[in-house]
């Protein structure tokens, strides 16, 4: 087997394929989620610690010199990806936690044998007289 058509195997494997279509949608959910937190989230909460914006929260370890720009610990930006994480974290779990609810409702409900068909009906008729016949002197 070629190198072209190994790769073209796995490429086009529904694997591969679920994962992409996974990764991108993740792409789109989490921008819909810094632009939740950044936006909705922060702002309220900034004002119930005082007024303050996390992304601009830092300590500045040396001042602007000249052309040189400030070298500052910017602390407040990872605040926010940490609220970020968790409100993704929190996301996914009820994201997962009702698929499984899902799953149990319908692994309980019970599942009814489709009718036999009228083949099915003929060969348990012939082989119930079969067994009469076996059974008589």
Known sequence: MSIISEFKAFA?????VDMAVGIIIGAAFGKIVSSFVGDVVM????MLIGGVDF???AIVLKAAEGDAAAVSLAYGKFIQSVI???IVAFAIFMGIKLLNKLKREEQAAPVEPPAPTKEQELLGEIRDLL???QTRP
Do not use: A, E, R
């Open 12 to 16: 086009v494997k529904g694997n591969v």
């Open 43 to 46: 702002p309220p909460l900034g």
């Open 55 to 57: 992304s601009d929260l």
């Open 84 to 86: 970020d994480f968790l």
């Open 131 to 133: 067994k009469n016949q």
